[in-house]
């Protein structure tokens, strides 16, 4: 099955610097690339996708890049403010159904 | 839109118990999938139906667990006994099956065996 590996497991950075969280996947017949963003003790929240007929997306001050040929994909935020302050989830979904696999998740500290 | 609605929020309860959670999806999605999260495991995938149709469930870890959906607007995931080990929060999750939609997670519910 698919598997999904997430680096780093924690990330600190200054407000207004950027931060980069990288993952990659196993299974080459994925094609659906979610990242999810969870505030301590809520729900994961769905921040951003890619598709794999698509190569980069950008939402304001997120973007997410994805290299079908290496099997990876990376989420930029840029600015940080403190509200960016979470455990970001990379998944995804391959042509077995509906199913995602999620990584193991990264901490993000911004520091003011 | 409510959103993906479970019940309890919070349960604690002493092991050997049975404990039910309980999931309403979004209206008009088809597709319910079962999460378990924990600091250790992360956050892995259950079991999850498609039309009321149980679909993948290689993720339960043991026959204490089982999950029904009995209709389209409803899902229980049931532990039975109840173990510490099964401590953790568990979310529902919904979304359209077709084209791969994002999948809407509900609040949780925060289990404590005891």
């Known amino acids: 099955g698919e598997n999904v590996e997430q680096h780093p497991s924690t990330l600190s950075v200054q407000e207004g610097d950027s931060a980069v969280i990288k993952c990659t996947y196993s299974?080459?017949?994925?094609?659906?690339f979610p990242w999810y963003k969870q505030e301590l003790g809520k729900r994961p929240q769905l921040i951003i996708d890619?598709?794999?007929?698509?190569g980069e997306k950008k939402d304001q001050r997120i973007a997410v890049t994805l290299n079908k040929t290496a099997k990876h994909f990376s989420l930029h935020i840029t600015e940080t403010q403190p509200e960016d302050s979470a455990v970001y989830f990379c998944?995804?979904?391959?042509?077995?159904?509906?199913?995602?696999?999620f990584g193991g998740g990264t901490r993000v500290l911004v520091k003011p | 839109d409510a959103g993906v609605i479970q019940s309890p929020r919070h349960e604690v309860t002493e092991m050997g118990q049975e404990v039910t959670l309980r999931c309403k999806p979004i209206?008009?999605?088809?597709?319910l999938f079962w999460y378990r999260q924990t600091m250790m495991r992360g956050l892995e995938l259950l079991i999850y139906?498609?039309?009321?149709?149980?679909?993948?469930d290689s993720g339960m870890p043991e026959d204490r667990f089982s999950a029904k959906m009995p209709n389209a607007s409803f899902s229980t995931l049931k532990i039975q006994p109840s173990e510490p080990r099964d401590s953790a929060v568990y979310f529902c999750?919904?979304?359209?099956?077709?084209?791969?939609?994002?999948?809407?997670f509900g609040d949780g519910t925060r289990l404590s065996i005891l």
């Open positions: 999750a919904s979304n359209p099956e077709a084209g791969h939609q994002p999948q809407h």
């Open positions: 139906f498609n039309n009321n149709v149980p679909i993948d």
């Open positions: 890619i598709r794999s007929n698509v």
């Open positions: 299974d080459s017949a994925s094609n659906y």
């Open positions: 209206s008009g999605h088809n597709s």
């Open positions: 998944a995804a979904s391959g042509a077995a159904g509906n199913k995602l696999t």
